[in-house]
């Protein structure tokens, strides 16, 4: 029979978790706990399991500071308070595991958004093994990202993820959970050039049980990296790899929000396969419990409302941005993004799409506040295309300025064409606005789209909104004066 320890490490948690629910010695029940606590997310288990480790009579004082130091984190993960820890208390912990126990301050320390705490508890301790420095090092980048230093967190990352497959190569899930941080980053910082490493390890990631999703989120990471760098057939071949890798509904939605996105970027958002590749996203919205939902996967609503601008579906992107914004509260605080702002930045960023043709100063307001995070922590495509929508939202030239200067490190980004045409309108709009320029009044309109005269004055009120005129002819000379390009 494989031993537990094994099976951990190769990510087997269903069988490693059959075996343990056997036993009841301390070591086993330390790892029980760990499972509940890092897998499940059910605190009640964790404090249970805790609670017998710290009373049994054959626990070692480093089993005990374990079970003490997962205990803080259920308490981070609650909101409440733990009393703080004195380093001499730790003195009577054997070396083999003291590493572990100082692990597991630091991650309490994280949990509970004490960012110097963290630092000072890993300053403390320097591990021997190279899977415990691994997780050393990724928790150190976790902690640098909630400072907004994401260059250091793809750095300590990368560093994590080479040790682990020169020195622990049978450690799985935390090859796993490294390389799915580097591939976000890759895809968002431009002087992060993982792919060749990402792409070289990627049939090695394995199932892990559903631990992290590692193998689907790198494939279509790896796809938007492509993207990002012009290469749109590199990209279509990772993002149609995850359709097949996707386990679950978000994950199957995140599949074809990526098709339909990446296709858009390339110019053929009128292609059937885009078209239907976003529709089978909002079936997936639809039947996905979002109130349930305690996750990262909650972004997978702004991704999706800015989806669904790009396709003219202005109600559903609104729709999206309410679900994602009720949401905020709910992401566990285990998770990065819950710490550094990219949920915020991603659903501002969303909102500023969705609102640009119905409501121009909420627009601006989002766009600008979302530029600002991006420009801050580096995320230079994200920043340009904020600063393409301002321009666009403006025509003032310094947000062109600003969108090329971001672009500097995407030459051949798909981005750069969106400067050549205002496209905040929706398609439906874009349409009214054309007949307008034909001299086609409201009625003939009417009869030429196919729909109500209500409904034509709507769409000319918000054109006439978004481009800030009152008249047809003050229209038509800001629509020249813009270069008006129709998608």
């Not at 009393?83 to 126990?101: F, K, R, T, W, Y």
């Not at 509904?249 to 929000?257: G, I």
């Not at 490190?409 to 054309?434: G, I, M, N």
Request: aromatic share 8%; with cysteine; net charge neutral.
């Amino acid at each position: 029979m494989t031993a537990p320890v094994d099976l951990l490490r190769a990510g087997r948690f269903k069988e490693a978790r059959a075996i343990l629910e056997q036993r009841n010695d301390p070591g086993s029940l330390i790892e029980r706990a760990r499972l509940a606590l890092f897998l499940d997310s059910d605190v009640d288990a964790t404090q249970r399991f805790a609670a017998r480790v710290r009373t049994a009579d054959d626990a070692t004082a480093g089993q005990r500071a374990l079970a003490a130091a997962f205990v803080r984190c259920t308490k981070a993960l609650r909101g409440e308070h733990a009393p703080a820890v004195d380093a001499e208390s730790l003195a009577e912990v054997e070396p083999p595991i003291i590493g572990e126990v100082i692990y597991y301050l630091a991650y309490a320390a994280y949990l509970a958004r004490d960012l110097r705490s963290a630092e000072a508890w890993l300053r403390f301790h320097t591990p021997l093994s190279a899977d415990w420095a691994a997780r050393y090092l990724v928790i150190s980048g976790m902690i640098a990202a909630g400072h907004e230093r994401f260059v250091e967190q793809a750095e300590l990352t990368a560093r994590a993820l080479d040790l682990l497959e020169t020195q622990a190569p049978d450690h799985v899930y935390l090859i796993a959970n490294a390389a799915r941080h580097l591939a976000v980053l890759a895809r968002d910082v431009p002087q992060v050039d993982a792919s060749e490493g990402l792409e070289r390890i990627l049939d090695r990631l394995g199932d892990d049980d559903g631990f992290t999703g590692s193998r689907f989120h790198v494939v279509r990471l790896l796809g938007w990296s492509h993207a990002l760098r012009g290469d749109y057939t590199g990209a279509m071949r990772f993002i149609l790899r995850a359709t097949f890798e996707a386990d679950n509904d978000v994950e199957r939605l995140y599949a074809h929000l990526d098709h339909a996105s990446v296709a858009v970027f390339a110019h053929e958002q009128a292609g059937a396969a885009a078209t239907a590749a976003f529709a089978i996203a909002k079936d997936l919205i639809a039947t996905i419990p979002w109130h349930a939902i305690e996750t990262d996967d909650l972004a997978a609503l702004p991704i999706a409302a800015q989806v669904a601008v790009e396709f003219g579906a202005s109600a559903e992107a609104i729709s999206y941005c309410d679900v994602a914004e009720g949401g905020r509260g709910r992401i566990s605080p285990r998770l990065p993004m819950a710490h550094d702002g990219r949920y915020d930045a991603m659903l501002s960023e969303a909102v500023s799409l969705a609102y640009a043709s119905l409501d121009r100063r909420r627009a601006l307001a989002a766009a600008t506040s979302a530029y600002g995070y991006y420009e801050r922590i580096g995320f230079a495509w994200r920043a340009a295309r904020m600063a393409i929508l301002l321009y666009q939202m403006t025509h003032r030239t310094e947000w062109k300025t600003r969108a090329l200067s971001q672009l500097e490190a995407y030459p051949r980004s798909p981005f750069h064409r969106l400067l050549e045409r205002p496209r905040a309108l929706t398609k439906r709009q874009e349409d009214v606005l054309k007949l307008v320029r034909l001299g086609y009044d409201d009625e003939r309109i009417a009869r030429e789209l196919g729909i109500s005269y209500k409904t034509v004055r709507i769409h000319i009120g918000r054109i006439f909104q978004w481009y800030g005129v009152r008249s047809r002819s003050a229209l038509m000379a800001r629509v020249a004066a813009a270069g008006f390009v129709s998608a």
